[in-house]
């Protein structure tokens, strides 16, 4: 069984920045893609960022390009989501993935219980 923890989310101001943490436990980390996903109540899920097992293809929405950074440690076993000029349409559940490199929430297998970010204006 898999399990990953979210956690580093919080309230900052717009134009602050928060790094997000997901640890997993349980299988070889090194193994799944991770993805970054969020949520705000009413709407569906909508993809955030995708790494690949080694670090080395990323992929982004177009509304955090160029502001998010999506990173791993393997022998750390945690995906990071680093959040930067962090604005108010960014407040939302970040919910960590593990599963296959895609945008699309039925490639992942495996789910965080999400970390709350409210961006204040």
């Known amino acids: 069984q898999v399990q990953l923890v979210d956690s580093g989310g919080g309230l900052v101001q717009a134009g602050g920045s928060l790094r997000l943490s997901c640890a997993v436990v349980?299988?070889?980390?090194?193994?799944?893609?991770m993805g970054w996903f969020r949520q705000v109540p009413g709407k569906e899920r909508e993809f955030v960022a995708a790494?690949?097992?080694?670090?080395?293809?990323?992929a982004y929405s177009d509304s955090v390009k160029g502001r998010f950074i999506i990173s791993r440690d393997n022998a750390k076993n945690t995906v990071y989501l680093q959040m930067n000029n962090l604005k108010p349409v960014d407040t939302a559940a970040y919910h960590c993935?593990?599963?296959?490199?895609?945008?699309?929430?039925?490639?992942?297998?495996?789910w965080g219980q999400g970390t709350q970010v409210t961006v204040s204006s």
């Open positions: 993935a593990a599963g296959r490199f895609g945008r699309s929430s039925r490639e992942y297998d495996y």
């Open positions: 790494i690949t097992w080694n670090g080395g293809s990323t």
């Open positions: 349980g299988r070889i980390f090194s193994r799944y893609d």
